[in-house]
């Protein structure tokens, strides 16, 4: 087992860690599913605050669900269906500061409060979205994008 215990005094730095340790974790591994599920748990024990951390995969212009952690979710979304949808249809990163907010918001979980879903696209093609909830309004801000942006990025070369 691995024992990643990412513990940064300032969110930039943790970020860095976190995108060394996914680095080093999906480095050498080709099955996309496994390097996946291994994302979502480094996400989910690193990030604070979080209330699912996970993926949809693109599976033929329909979002389903990948792995995660948290509770069971919805399985299937339609691009430009809620907040993953129209992150797969635009292919632009949803910061979302108050879901309810959100015209078509899946609620999957009723204690979501705000949601970051970054797309992650290889070759022109979108491959999945990772999608971080979390109970409280306003959660993610800016260098969290910027963060999670990053992440995608590797993810892009191992999912
Ligand atoms: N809330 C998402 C659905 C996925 S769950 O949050 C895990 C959405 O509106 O796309």
Redesign the pocket.
Known sequence: MYDFKIAAADTGTMYRDLASALQGLVSGETDGIANMANAAALIWETLPDLN?A?F?RNTGGELVLGP?Q?RP??IR?KFG?????VAAQTRQVQRVED?NA?P??????SA?AS?L?VPIARDGELVAVL?L?TPHVGRFTQEDEAGCVRLADILAKAI
């Open positions: 699912w996970g949809y995660f948290g979710a919805c979304i269906e809620g907040v993953c949808g879901v959100f078509g918001h899946i609620a999957c979980d979501s949601e879903v999608d909830d």
